[in-house]
């Protein structure tokens, strides 16, 4: 069987026996997919650093008929996360990326809008400072796959909701007024409801030059969190320790 070729985002490695390794990737042409990399450990002049998490590459694979792993053949680095300055903030932002993308995608369903997402935001996500690029990506993949409920109106009665305070509940599908707000509900301020707004009218790129605390837009993303843990039925890893970074 010929060889297919595509473009392809590393998402995780996983040691598999004693040269192996198995490898999901976010293909453009395929969407995620699963395959086995033959003596990935010693093979540089195929591999060489290209299953880094989050690389960008062209990847050429064999899908065998009635096998779930394809045959991962060689990958090309079109661009990798190593050639940015390293350090534990952006390796944490890089992986809850890929645990994104992991968890939400399913197997051999092409989304190039994603696709296109995930690359723009890792041409910005290249220092330490992550909060603004983290913020963008969860907000716009929680859009993409379809979890983001309408941020403009109470989910319980209907009330508008701009220029009115806004909550959410881990267990509830969006925002409610004070009203009809659920115990231990948290609030999503109106600066962070505009933040969404904006971004969802420009490119990531128009936030690069922006000054982004980690403060800003905290509830946002602990709104979005709580809605994507609660459609993967488990806690995001990553997340929690993304909290953790000062």
Not at 52 to 64: H, M, S
Not at 135 to 159: A, D, K, N, Q
Request: with cysteine; hydrophobic share 45%; proline share 4%.
């Amino acid at each position: 069987m010929a060889l297919r070729e595509s473009e392809a985002i590393v998402l995780r490695t996983y040691p598999m026996r004693e040269a192996d390794l198995l490898v999901t990737l976010f293909t453009r042409a395929e969407g995620k997919i699963r395959g086995v990399a033959r003596s990935a450990k010693k093979s540089k002049r195929r591999f060489g650093g290209a299953l880094e998490p989050l690389t960008y590459v062209r990847a050429f694979y064999d899908v065998r008929e009635r096998q779930e792993l394809v045959r991962l053949d060689a990958c090309e680095v079109l661009e990798s996360p190593l050639a940015s300055e390293i350090s534990y903030p952006r390796v944490v932002a890089l992986g809850h990326i890929a645990e994104l993308l992991d968890e939400l995608l399913p197997d051999h369903e092409t989304n190039d809008a994603i696709f296109r997402l995930t690359l723009s935001v890792l041409h910005i996500l290249t220092s330490p400072e992550v909060w603004m690029p983290v913020t963008y990506f969860e907000l716009w993949l929680t859009r993409l796959v379809g979890f983001l409920p309408e941020l403009s109106e109470c989910i319980v009665c209907g009330r508008n909701l701009n220029g009115s305070r806004a909550f959410f509940h881990a267990l509830a599908d969006g925002l409610m007024c004070a009203d009809d707000k659920r115990l231990a509900s948290s609030e999503i301020s109106s600066d962070s409801r505009a933040l969404a707004a904006q971004m969802f009218r420009a490119p990531v790129e128009s936030f690069a030059a922006a000054n982004w605390p980690k403060a800003q837009g905290a509830d946002l993303r602990k709104f979005l969190v709580q809605i994507l843990e609660r459609h993967i039925e488990k806690k995001l890893v990553t997340a929690a320790m993304l909290e953790k970074i000062r």
